[in-house]
């Protein structure tokens, strides 16, 4: 069965940081690209960031450059996302995801497995 574990959520005040761990078990994602998504109360699932196969290319989120970074160890089989200088908006529910294929991706539709999501409370 393939599982994709997050870890590191919690709460915040605004200014720190905070990093989020992906770890997958059942299969190995070494060829697959990885995704972050967050969504929060009464919004939709919205794209965070996104790191390729190879660990070389990353895209984020506009509201989120500059301050978060992806980042994968694929011997650990294993996507982070180190979150600096939160602020209240970014509080939400984030869910690892792992691509179809090797490559970045922006769209839900190219990820084909999920985890339960981790919580993210950020106070101002």
């Known amino acids: 069965q393939v599982q994709l574990v997050e870890s590191g959520g919690g709460l915040v005040q605004a200014g720190g940081s905070l990093r989020l761990s992906c770890t997958a078990s059942?299969?190995?994602?070494?060829?697959?690209?990885m995704g972050w998504f967050r969504q929060a109360p009464g919004k939709e699932r919205e794209f965070v960031a996104s790191?390729?196969?190879?660990?070389?290319?990353?895209v984020y989120a506009d509201s989120v450059k500059g301050r978060f970074t992806i980042s994968r160890d694929s011997a650990k089989n294993t996507v982070y996302l180190q979150m600096n200088s939160l602020r209240p908006e970014d509080t939400a529910v984030y869910y690892c995801t792992a691509a179809r294929y090797s490559g970045t991706y922006y769209q839900p539709g190219n990820y084909g497995y999920w985890g339960q999501g981790t919580q993210v409370t950020v106070s101002s």
């Open positions: 059942g299969r190995t994602f070494s060829n697959n690209g």
């Open positions: 790191i390729n196969s190879s660990g070389r290319s990353t």
